[in-house]
């Protein structure tokens, strides 16, 4: 073999393997952003759902927060699709949520915080770290922004469930467009995860 041959083969032999460390490499963030979509739509559909039989059983105040909260796990779930578009993925998988798999308010209530707690304790710490190490940004923005949005949604629902009365006042939630971030009754000037301005915010009733 001659000297030029050889020297063409091993570059192609270390292109083709640069390549594929790369694509192995963006494969754990896309993984985690196709299946942090699949969660997010569902817990939206999910709340959606929790909302109304919130609202049947009386519970008029939980069900402003399962709206809220609702709202809120739609802009995670945009923001994790528009991370993987970056990263060249389209449609990914939405999730459903069947309304026969709700329960009565208290147990929705107990339901919601086992999720956020998953979430914000296991998931987004873990798909944190996968983006970091792989270095992609809006996987990095979007997980973080769901990571501390799901610890106010864990309060928030704890303190429901802590309280759980009809006889409530139903006050209103404040959702921050871009992060999710989700406040109950008065909203800060800005969103202290993001720094939106408050006039961005969305009412919710
Ligand atoms: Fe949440
Ligand atoms: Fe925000």
Same mark, same amino acid.
């Given at each position: ?26 494969? !754990? ?19 959606? %759902? ?9 519970? !008029? ?14 802009? +995670? ?33 107990? =339901? ?7 979430? !914000? ?7 944190? #770290? =996968?983006?970091?190490?792989? =270095? ?16 106010? +949604? ?7 469930? !802590?309280?759980?009365? #009809?006889?409530?006042?139903? %006050?209103?939630?404040? %959702? ?9 009754? %008065? ?19």
């Amino acid at each position: 073999m001659s000297r030029k041959l050889l020297f063409s083969t091993a570059l192609i032999c270390l292109i083709s393997f640069a390549n594929l460390s790369a694509t192995h490499a963006a494969s !754990k963030t896309v993984n985690d952003l196709r299946a942090a979509y699949l969660g997010e739509t569902t817990a939206h559909a999910k709340y959606a %759902v929790y909302a109304k039989i919130a609202d049947k059983e009386g519970y !008029k105040d939980i069900a402003r927060l399962f709206r809220a909260a609702s709202v809120a796990e739609s802009i +995670h779930a945009r923001n994790h699709k528009r991370a993987l578009e970056q990263l060249g993925v389209r449609n990914p998988k939405a999730g459903e949520f069947a309304a026969s798999k709700a329960k009565t308010t208290r147990q929705n209530l107990q =339901d919601a915080i086992k999720g956020e707690t998953y979430e !914000k304790n296991i998931m987004y710490p873990g798909m944190l #770290k =996968d983006a970091r190490q792989e =270095d992609k940004q809006g996987a990095i923005q979007s997980f973080s922004f769901a990571l501390q949005v799901e610890r106010q +949604h864990a309060a928030l629902y704890t303190a429901a469930l !802590k309280s759980l009365s #009809k006889n409530t006042r139903p %006050v209103n939630y404040y %959702v921050c467009p871009v992060c999710g971030s989700t406040f109950r009754n %008065v909203a800060p000037r800005s969103c202290p995860v993001c720094g939106t301005a408050r006039e961005k915010f969305i009412s919710v009733r």
